[in-house]
């Protein structure tokens, strides 16, 4: 009886049985970003497969409508691929490979075969959350061929990873107790543990086992901070964290404590890995990054790579003109400027993109782009993040009005007073009301604000901003947002160190342990394919490799150029400059549209990968949190 209990349970999870996607009736929260991954490797194509191998590996952002079902549909079309079933709770076809070529989808969860179907892992409850895996895998044989055996009652690990220093006694699933010996000067770690049955979760912790409270545990891989005395705790097959666990099964936890003492040595010591890595990456400048900055899709989704490429001063007139008419031709098949009901940073990133081309946000081939931005209500319904990037997008250009059209009125004043109020009293900003600031929304803040620098107000929000950076950058030049060290922190922060015109090169409040932010971001650096991870141990990825080039573009824009072409030519003051209707701005178009618009299709892929349209909300760069339009 217990085995069939637990066949009907995994049908729900390798089927991928689902219910209907929800539909909200609220504005969504941000809750982070999650992996997505698509792979086969059961099904040859000489076999008859359409496919094989890995055919999606990307981030996606999700909120509180999702679960993580939505994130994969998310992922998936963000990819330029198709899925058939989600709507309906059946997965069956991914991409052309379905159950007619004699195999079906099973989905896992931070490596576990979930005992329910994917919706029931959410974000507004939790159990879907910041730097979770979802990968989808083709099998021919009910999992068999993936190691999966849904009839093992073995709640051991297979095997335990930690990045750095030694395991003692050698690692032996029978036992539970280890001591791991760090050399001195590390002081964070990630372990990736395996268990050996899928059927089980597993998750990880620090000092305190924790297992009922959802969040407090460490993602496969994740780097965390510890000390000489601390415990990793390892759990597999807790009940708080699966709705069923089989009679008889019980429990395994495995208990490892850190010993972060050394045995002093009077010969000379090896370098650490740190240390090793240490001026390689340094020999990495600003000047290379934009040698190798990867090529642009010029296609709607992809902002921040226009973005970029004006700022490293590579944007061509083919580009140009390619992607005004993706935008145009993107905006025709809406029907309406307003990109989004409910994200207004969508269209503050395509008002951003346009403006360094010139063309005319007030009447963009007739779609008042800039009218959309003129509510308030409709900027900051996304909350800090709205109000910073309309901000921003207006400020692309201190000429630009806003239009005089909105039922609560936008202005200049209205939005520097949004997030000036939005300030902690540790100095700092967050996405989520009352907690603890975090370094990459506080440069979000201060790269709107840089230009108001000269107003009391905002030089004083600015000084104790500056504090708290300083005040929490790690001794490796990085910052730590929601307990984990992450590449966007470090990116949001150049960004706007650069646009207040510190050099962080050279301002002490910013060199620790003579390691600068640049320093930090280069660790995050993969030179096989240019990009950049989002944590240290991590491969690169599209949310992570658009920030960084981002924050170097402007640093090199800002701190490289010449000061007059940076996007405000003049430093406007609180009192807003004039704010006249859209009518009265000339006419700025100068790009004629290509006769055959290229409208993004499914040959975006190598885009989607890097810079997808879940970067249009890019305001969504805070809520990689731990980890991290």
Known sequence: MKKTVKLLSLTGAAAVMVTALPISTYAAEPKGQVRVIVENSTLSQENGAVWEGVLLDSTVAIDSDDNALTAFVKAVSA??????GADTGFVSDINGL?????????????????????????????????????RFMYTMNWGADLGYDWQSIDTTLADIVFSAGTLTPDFDPAVTEYTLDLPEEVNNISV?????????????????????????????????????????????ANSAWMSYVPDGVTETVYRIAVNAKVEESSEPSEPSQQEESKPEQKQMTVDDLKSVYPAQQAVYGNEWGMITLERFGLMTEEIKSQYIANVKAYL??????????????AVSGVMMALSGMGADIYDFYGYPLAEQLADMDYVTNQGINGAIYALMAFDTNAEYAIPKCGTNQTTREKLVAA????????????FDTGNVSDADMTGMALQALAPYR???????????????????????????????EDSESCSQVIAALAMLDVDIFSDTRFIKNDNTVFDALMRFYREEDNGFA????????ALSTAQAYFAVSTMYQYAYQDMTKRPVVNEPSVAPVKE????TISEQSSTVLPSSPAVPTGDAQNFVLLFGTTLLSAAVIPMLRKRKT
Do not use: C
């Not at 099973?106 to 179907?117: K, Q, R």
């Not at 009922?212 to 901070?225: C, M, N, P, R, W």
């Not at 997030?419 to 967050?430: F, M, P, R, S, Y």
């Open 454 to 484: 000269k107003d009391a107000k905002v030089k004083n929000a600015i000084e104790k901003a500056l504090t708290f950076l300083s005040d929490n950058q790690k001794d490796n030049g990085g910052f730590v947002s929601y307990g984990a």
């Open 192 to 236: 990736v543990p395996t268990a050996s049955s899928q059927s089980f979760r597993v998750k990880t912790y620090k000092n305190d086992y924790t297992a009922d409270q959802l969040g407090t545990d460490y993602k496969k891989g994740e780097t965390f901070s510890v000390a000489d005395g601390d415990t990793v705790i390892i759990g597999v």
């Open 332 to 345: 025709d098949s809406l029907g309406t400027a307003k990109i989004s009901n409910t994200r207004s940073t």
């Open 419 to 430: 997030i000036l109020e939005a300030q902690g009293n540790d100095g700092g900003w967050t």
């Open 534 to 541: 989002h944590a240290p141990n991590g491969e690169s990825n």
């Open 79 to 84: 990819g330029g691929f198709t899925q058939t």
């Open 98 to 134: 379905s159950s007619e070529n004699g195999g079906a989808w099973m989905a896992t969860l931070d490596d576990w075969f979930t005992d329910e179907g994917l919706s029931a892992y959410t974000a507004q409850d939790g159990k879907l959350s910041d730097g979770d895996e979802i």
């Open 580 to 583: 006249q209707a859209s009518q």
